[in-house]
């Protein structure tokens, strides 16, 4: 099987086959414009061909580092926010055994993340918890000014001078940023940090390919050469070199668009296993922030399944009419557990004995997909093998390649967020930053 298949038999309906064959020419021009730089934000396409470019040097310093910090912690703490933090949770969620805590020994230090909020309580109790730990930190942000991460790594920066010195914490922090600019770059060139590049022209939606995401997942022990060699087999199959009917991001692209011209408006990415929770988290940033503008795209929301099905699958099968489904399946679990025969049979489930889990799973899935594609909302099914660093590398990739083609057949311009500086701008003028006072006296007058 290929890294992944994609199956839009069940968007018939709401949409014909003429209508996604008819998309063919925006498609390919859309992935031509994202090879060749000739659309909008050209500026931001280095991810584009990243995963071929990344060399085995690169990856054996990322691995090399990463030994290092993990040689002197127990815990790294790594702090971002956005593409900053999303690309490396979504993956370490993806392939971590999600009870590992309770296990007695750890092989690999524990990786927590921090500056993706700014919950008082959530830092309090992040730097109580890890106090009898030694600890190491990874600070990433492109622009170093972003709020959230600098406020968390003032707090983890102290914590680990006055445990380690000055000294030490140079040898245990280590920062993602700008090559050259922002205060991320000065204070890791004052404080003698080691430090990895965020390319200027990788967004950082789209930067889980590069340290942004690499370093955190070596240093909690996943195969990032694995993740990389999926990632450029995915660039290699949705190439624009790849017919339309054979390149799963440009079809994935062409059955939403085709849907969201139907006015199916919010795309809902549904998976069976909790472990994608956060793929759907990053997925959501990668649309919601790529598409969301000019007064137009796809809402991206997303469900884990069968959990909600007890809570959104109500809305789902029956609430406004507005909503597709796309689901990322997966063929085969790691592990095997079978449902043992009961002998009072009480709850009636003996029929089930000898069935694996994956397979009621699966049934739920099969039986989930035609309720809803009868109740109005169309699907498009991503399936993968299983979930390992390989396939997982593949699916991401091809996530991002379909939004920028996505982006394209909107008219937007894929690789901005300007609306993002709305909240920035009144969260600063609210809480006094010199240069704002005006503005802050309006706002607290509207409170
Ligand atoms: O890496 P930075 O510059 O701290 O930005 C973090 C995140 O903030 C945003 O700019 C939006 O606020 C995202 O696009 C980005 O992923």
């Known amino acids: 099987m290929s890294i992944l298949s994609i199956n839009i038999d069940k968007i018939y309906g709401t949409v014909s086959a ?58 790294i703490l790594v702090i971002g926010i956005g593409g900053s933090y999303l690309g490396a949770k979504a993956v370490l969620e993806a392939l971590s055994d999600p009870f590992q805590l309770l296990r007695n020994k ?42 959230e991460p600098a406020v968390a ?36 060139t004052n404080e003698g940090y080691e430090t990895f590049v965020i390319p200027d022209n990788i967004g950082g939606r789209y930067s889980v390919l590069t340290p942004v995401g690499l370093l955190p997942l ?55 296993d909790p472990k994608l929770l956060y793929v759907a988290e990053w997925w959501k940033q990668l649309y919601g922030e790529s598409e969301g503008k000019d007064g137009k795209g796809i809402f991206p929301a997303s ?36 449902i043992e025969k009961d002998k009072d049979n009480l709850d009636g489930l003996n029929f089930l004995a000898g ?35 390989y396939y997982i590398g593949g699916l991401l990739y091809f996530f991002e390649k379909a939004c920028g083609i996505s982006g394209y057949a909107l008219g937007v311009n894929p690789f901005d967020q300007p609306g993002v500086e709305a909240y920035k701008k009144n969260m600063f003028a609210l809480l006094g930053k010199p240069g704002y006072e005006e503005a802050g006296e309006e706002l607290r007058k509207r409170l």
Not at 40 to 54: A, H, R, T
Not at 156 to 177: F, L
Not at 234 to 248: H, I, L, Q, R, S
């Open 18 to 75: 003429a209508d996604v064959a008819a998309l063919k020419g925006e498609m390919e021009q859309g992935n031509r414009m994202l090879q060749d730089g000739s659309g909008k934000g050209s500026d931001f396409l280095g991810w584009v061909n990243l995963p071929e470019s990344i060399t085995s040097e690169e990856l054996k310093t990322i691995r090399k580092c990463a030994d290092n910090l993990a040689s002197l912690a127990d815990v």
């Open 106 to 147: 750890q092989e690999k230090p524990i990786v927590l993340f921090a500056g993706q909020n700014l919950s008082e309580d959530y830092l309090y109790e992040l730097l109580e918890g890890t106090r009898s730990y030694k600890i190491a930190a990874i600070v990433i942000s492109k622009s170093g000014t972003t709020t």
């Open 153 to 188: 790594f003032r707090l983890i920066k102290n914590e680990i001078e006055s445990r380690y010195g000055a000294e030490g914490a140079a040898k245990r922090i280590v920062a993602i940023t700008d090559a050259a600019r922002g205060a991320l770059r000065t204070l890791a």
């Open 218 to 272: 070596a240093a909690a022990g996943i195969n990032v050469d694995e993740l990389v060699r999926g990632a450029r087999d995915m660039e290699k199959a949705t190439g624009t070199d790849v017919p339309f009917e054979k390149n799963p991001a440009m079809i994935y692209a062409a059955a939403r668009t085709a849907l969201y011209r139907a006015g199916k408006k919010i795309e809902i990415l549904a998976s069976y």
């Open 303 to 338: 469900v884990t399944l069968t959990a909600d099905l007890h809570s959104m699958g109500q809305y789902i099968q029956q609430g406004e009419r507005t909503l597709m489904e796309t689901v990322i399946s997966v063929t085969k679990p790691k592990h095997k557990v079978v």
């Open 355 to 389: 069935k694996r889990i994956s397979e009621v799973n699966r049934m739920a899935e099969m039986g989930t997909l035609l309720a809803h594609f009868d109740g109005g909302v169309p699907n498009i099914r991503i399936e993968i093998p299983e979930i390992n660093e």
